[in-house]
């Protein structure tokens, strides 16, 4: 049974930071795509960053260069640092695993965890 628990989420004024942390179980990280996604209220969900299997990264438009997506595949949990967050990045964060590992901004992801709230003021 695949479980993905996200933590790390809270409140912090716009400028501050955030890491997001998402621990696996039930799949081998190291051959799956792993992607965070956001749902903002009012909002459809949408991909922040991707990493695939080989450790390649992809990120959307609004959060490259703010935002860094990694994972320790022997620990099995996807990270999500965020720096110079804006209030625009206030959402339910969603840490998810798709089957494949690569092409990853274009799979599926069949696999998520119950996410975590970030909360950014102005």
């Known amino acids: 049974q695949v479980v993905l628990v996200e933590s790390g989420g809270g409140s912090v004024q716009a400028g501050g930071s955030l890491r997001l942390s998402c621990a696996g179980s039930?799949?081998?990280?190291?051959?799956?795509?792993m992607g965070w996604f956001r749902q903002a209220p009012g909002k459809e969900r949408e991909g922040v960053a991707y990493i695939a299997k080989v450790g390649s990264e992809s990120y959307a438009d609004s959060v490259k260069g703010r935002f860094t997506i990694s994972k320790d595949n022997a620990k099995n949990t996807l990270y999500l640092q965020m720096n110079s967050l804006k209030p625009e990045d206030t959402a339910m964060y969603y840490c998810?695993?798709?089957?494949?590992?690569?092409?990853?901004?274009?799979?599926?992801?069949?696999?998520w965890g119950q996410g975590t709230q970030v909360t950014v003021s102005s």
């Open positions: 039930g799949f081998t990280f190291s051959v799956t795509c």
């Open positions: 998810a695993a798709a089957r494949y590992g690569d092409y990853c901004s274009s799979r599926i992801y069949n696999a």
